[in-house]
Structures are given as structure tokens and as C-alpha cells.
């Protein structure tokens, strides 16, 4: 059974980091494109970050740029999303999401594997 299980989530401070994890189980994502989404009370699921295969290139929304980093660890078969800067609007419930599209890696339908999400709540 192929399972995505997201950790790190908690509430921090405005200004402050938190590191997200999503490990991989019942397959390997190595050669998978893999993301990270984000949905607020309210509001729809929305995309944050992915890494994609071939080619290892990284992608983010605007509103995350320049904050955020996501990255892969093979060997351990897990994605990180390290946040950096956070502001009370990305609070959230985050998302892993694994096996998706290369060219559509932005739209939450171009995944096949999603995992249970993680909060992430952002004090001003």
C-alpha cells in the first residue's frame, strides 16, 4: 500500500521556520514528480512547491518564492519543505503530493498519491 505521511507541521511566530517532511512508503517517488500544496479554512487546495523528474528543476508559487525550499532525499524516499519567513496567511494545512505531472505539476489532479497533511499555523 502506497502511503505519503507529511510531519513537521506546528504553530510558529511570524518570521519564524519550520521544515516539513513527507515520507514515502509501498513505492519509490526517486523518479516521480513530487509536491507540496497548501488549503486555508475556506479556501481551495492551492499549489506551493514541486520538484520535478527528470531534470530535478524546482518550481514555487509567487507567494512562496524566495521563502520556501523543497528538496528530495532519494535515499530516504522523503521530500522536505523547508519555510522560511512564514507569515500568518500560510497558515494552513499542508499537503505531500507524489506522482504527478511534469508539465501540470501545479494543478492538485496532476497527483496520484496524496498524503494526509500536516497544520502549519502562522501567529502574527
Known amino acids: 500500500q502506497v502511503q505519503l505521511v507529511e510531519s513537521g507541521g506546528g504553530l510558529v511566530q511570524a518570521g519564524g521556520s519550520l521544515r516539513l517532511s513527507c515520507a514515502a512508503s509501498?513505492?519509490?517517488?526517486?523518479?516521480?514528480?513530487m509536491g507540496w500544496f497548501r488549503q486555508a479554512p475556506g479556501k481551495e487546495r492551492e499549489f506551493v512547491a514541486a520538484?520535478?523528474?527528470?531534470?530535478?528543476?524546482?518550481y514555487y508559487a509567487d507567494s512562496v518564492k524566495g521563502r520556501f525550499t523543497i528538496s528530495r532525499d532519494n535515499a530516504k524516499n522523503t521530500v522536505y519543505l523547508q519555510m522560511s519567513s512564514l507569515k500568518p496567511e500560510d497558515t494552513a494545512v499542508y499537503y505531500c503530493?507524489?506522482?504527478?505531472?511534469?508539465?501540470?505539476?501545479?494543478?492538485?489532479?496532476?497527483?496520484?498519491?496524496w498524503g494526509q497533511g500536516t497544520q502549519v499555523t502562522v501567529s502574527s
Open positions: 503530493a507524489g506522482q504527478g505531472s511534469f508539465s501540470t505539476y501545479y494543478l492538485p489532479g496532476a497527483y496520484s498519491y
Open positions: 509501498g513505492r519509490t517517488f526517486s523518479s516521480s514528480t
Open positions: 520538484i520535478l523528474w527528470p531534470g530535478g528543476g524546482t
